[in-house]
């Protein structure tokens, strides 16, 4: 008679300890020491020193920056990624003003980590995320945090404008030229550098650009305010600086709470014009023509962007690019006609005759494009149905890689609440990876045969089919569908998306 001998299960007794981190931002300032790291290092560690549950593997800290925003709080970002690569079980922390100031970033912070089966505790207030009703509380005192942070961004904002209109404010940043004074914290002259501002603005004046001077100040080997090498930025920047004039505007620029920092002031908040609050470099009538001259050249500068044709023009001869001519009517040449090494002798072209050619293109697009892009269409359908593969292919291996990476996070989820064994997660972790980099591999395959020629073609058809005739709608059509204009003789060769071309010659159209 067979015999069955039962094998009890294996019991382990052991305990396996929960991975615990502590979050907390510590002060910068020395004299502060109830917040210092080495406190703080020392009482969490005396925290889990005896537990038999829990063990601390690590403290991450950020020094005393603002908590409104994540980007900024680099060991925050890092627990959070330890978190998702299944190192940390729990997080301690002291409160939620120093977990995060924000409502909304505490809360998704919170969730995501909940969903990776991760918990935190909330020393001051009590709470710990393992209960779902700690949720609303979380909202509620993140609010308070926040209001908090906002209250005391107002309070400081109030000191510093009230600093400003009554003259007391010090200046934060020094201009280049001056230096401040240890004793009173104003601003005295550097003989040195100032001398260089005043030949700055001569320069200026005399008609050499922003960009010129910056080249002849780095050749001179003379170092610039930001400490890497002098640019047509810079320049201009100093250019516009009324301190240089003794005088000082305060609140050029501005910031909201939890907004976008140093906006233009252009009437939003109050300005405070000091005259008189440090000794001047420049006269104001020196700096009232470099001002001018500032405006005046912009206004040029804008009227060269504007013209539609600027980077679109190519050499049909020599392949350079066609740039504007100097002088007061708009002619563009080749790039290399006074070449130094090989001299191109194409022809020129003025701006006038360009706009010409481009109507006679969208007039003819306008009125025959039915017939030209309706056969292009059909004949590319019918090659592009011969083909293999295609976009039915590539959406369904974007669907699996979609599907493997839900599958890569449940695992994550599996692994943190030990319900597999790491060596098994980074076995099957590998051989996600692996079929997802083959998608990838097919993907780029398949959209590298896949050809886009036939919906070139199709918005080629559809926009120019809207066509009213206007020198707007022209833009249009020079800006997005055509790619270049080659330039050869009179010969005016227009390449459109697509692969297709069109060539219209220049004076054909003149009375």
């Not at 549950?53 to 680099?74: F, K, P």
């Not at 970033?105 to 995320?129: A, M, V």
């Not at 066509?467 to 997005?480: A, V, W």
């Not at 697509?498 to 009375?511: I, K, M």
Request: hydrophobic share 30%; with cysteine; proline share 2%.
């Amino acid at each position: 008679m067979p015999r069955m001998i039962v094998i009890p299960p294996r019991t382990d007794n052991t305990v396996k300890k929960l991975r615990v981190a502590a979050y907390c931002r510590v002060s910068t300032n020395h004299a502060d020491q109830e917040n210092s790291y080495e406190t703080q290092v020392r009482y969490f560690s005396e925290l889990f020193d005896n537990s038999s549950t829990q063990q601390l593997v690590g403290i991450y800290a950020d020094e005393g920056i603002t908590g409104t925003s994540l980007d900024s709080r680099v060991s925050f970002i890092k627990l959070l990624e330890d978190c998702r690569h299944g190192r940390i079980d729990r997080i301690i922390t002291k409160s939620i003003s120093r977990f995060a100031r924000n409502t909304m970033d505490c809360l998704k912070c919170i969730r995501e980590l909940n969903d990776l089966g991760i918990t935190i505790i909330f020393e001051k207030e009590n709470i710990d995320t393992a209960r779902m009703s700690d949720e609303m509380m979380v909202t509620i005192m993140g609010g308070l945090a926040q209001e908090e942070s906002h209250s005391i961004s107002r309070n400081v904002l109030w000191s510093i404008q009230k600093k400003m209109a009554s003259g007391t404010y010090r200046h934060a940043r020094v201009p280049y030229g001056y230096k401040k004074n240890e004793k009173t914290g104003s601003l005295v002259v550097d003989p040195r550098k100032a001398k260089i501002v005043k030949r700055i603005f001569s320069m200026y004046l005399s008609g050499t650009g922003t960009t010129s001077i910056a080249v002849k100040l780095n050749n001179e080997g003379i170092a610039s305010p930001t400490g890497v090498k002098w640019n047509g930025v810079t320049i201009c920047k100093m250019l516009r600086q009324e301190k240089y004039t003794g005088n000082t505007l305060w609140q050029k620029t501005y910031s909201e709470f939890m907004g976008p920092h140093f906006q233009i002031n252009k009437g939003q908040k109050p300005k405070y014009y000091i005259q008189n609050s440090h000794p001047a470099i420049i006269d104001n009538e020196t700096f009232e023509q470099a001002a001018r001259l500032l405006k005046q050249n912009k206004t040029n500068n804008t009227v060269t962007k504007k013209l539609p044709f600027r980077k679109k023009l190519i050499c049909g001869q020599c392949g350079h690019m066609y740039t504007l001519k100097p002088g007061r009517i708009i002619n563009w040449q080749c790039s290399h006609k006074y070449s130094t090494t090989k001299k191109c002798i194409n022809t020129e072209i003025s701006d006038k005759d360009l706009h010409i050619a481009l109507e006679a293109l969208c007039d003819k697009l306008h009125i025959n494009g039915k017939i030209i892009f309706g056969r292009c269409i059909e004949h590319l359908s019918k090659l592009e149905s011969l083909k293999p593969g295609g976009t039915l292919n590539i959406a369904n291996a974007y669907t699996q890689i979609a599907d493997l990476k839900e599958q890569k996070h449940r695992l994550t989820v599996l692994r943190t609440k030990g319900h597999i064994s790491d060596e098994k997660f980074m076995l099957m972790e590998s051989e996600i990876k692996r079929k997802i980099a083959e998608l990838n591999g097919d993907i780029e395959r398949l959209s590298q045969e896949k050809d886009t020629a036939i919906d070139d073609i199709r918005l080629i058809y559809e926009t120019v089919k809207e066509y009213d005739g206007t020198i707007e709608y022209r833009e249009r059509i020079l800006s997005e569908l055509v790619e270049r204009i080659r330039i050869t003789g009179s010969e005016i060769r227009f390449e459109l998306i697509g692969g297709l071309s069109f060539t219209e010659r220049n004076g054909a159209y003149e009375n």
